[in-house]
């Protein structure tokens, strides 16, 4: 296996496709994504564009439904929740579909949607990813943060490297093996510097003190924990996510 990082959407190459793509936005979108899975959401239909996600939730019976949108840290007006995880409990959102719109989460899974197998990963889902990969076994794997309007994240890279990290554990491979680029190595180096403040970090990256000012606080603390889910959101068709 070898693991390619890309710190943001605009950094994944043109023309070239790997084996397995996986898109991280651990503030918030990717922990959002696994949360509601965590409490029973079927399938999370991803857009980054506010009117065509309206039409398209719109086809399914309120009943059946969840539209969820996030722009600038805060819920779009009119949609049902904005993007924290902590919105979805088994009441609200068991046997819906999401229908789901951020600022950066939902436009990295769109750039690498045409991948043969994509998946979602968070702080939360560490070791459920770490453990999907082991047994699929993927050549080439890109680990793609979200970032924030086209520059880099500090939580986004630390998830890579928390991920790259076990996995050179649990293979008892070295990085030179294991690594394909320079962000791949320097995203294991962040994660070991920073692997027992996983809040701390994630308070100090700019997005982190973004959602501070919007009084998240809760979101923060929710999203630094690592390895709570056992579970790994895969996309089934363009754009649709289930469990896998
Ligand atoms: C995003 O996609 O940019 C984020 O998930 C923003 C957020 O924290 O809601």
Redo the contacts with the bound molecule.
């Keep these: 296996m070898k693991l390619f990082v890309y710190h943001t959407p605009e950094e994944v190459p043109d023309g070239a496709s790997p084996d397995c793509a996986i898109a991280i936005?651990v503030?918030?979108?990717t922990s959002t994504m696994a949360a509601a899975f965590k409490v029973g959401v079927t399938a999370i239909h991803v857009f980054s564009d506010l009117a065509l996600l309206r039409q398209a939730g719109e086809t399914y019976p309120p009943a059946e439904r969840l539209l969820a949108g996030?722009r600038g840290?805060a819920k779009v007006e009119g949609f049902d929740l904005?993007?924290s995880p902590l919105d979805h409990t088994v009441e609200r959102s068991s046997q819906r579909r999401l229908f789901m719109t951020?600022?950066?989460?939902?436009r990295c899974l769109e750039r690498i949607q045409h991948a043969p197998m994509v998946l979602t990963a968070a702080l939360t889902t560490r070791q459920a990813v770490v453990d999907f990969l082991l047994k699929r076994a993927p050549e080439t794997v890109w680990l793609v943060g979200?970032g924030?309007e086209g520059t880099y994240s500090l939580e986004d890279t630390v998830c890579a490297g928390a991920i790259i990290e076990r996995l050179a554990t649990q293979l008892g491979q070295d990085l030179k093996t294991l690594t394909g680029n320079d962000s791949a190595i320097a995203a294991v180096s962040l994660y070991q510097q920073w692997q027992d403040q996983l809040l701390e970090l994630l308070r100090l990256a700019s997005?982190g003190q973004r959602?501070l000012r919007l009084d998240q606080d809760a979101d923060l603390a929710y999203c630094a924990q690592l390895d709570v889910l056992d579970l790994v959101p895969i996309q089934s068709t363009p754009g649709v996510l289930v469990l896998s």
């Design positions: 936005d503030l918030r979108a996030e840290g904005g993007n951020t600022t950066n989460g939902t979200s924030w997005h959602l």
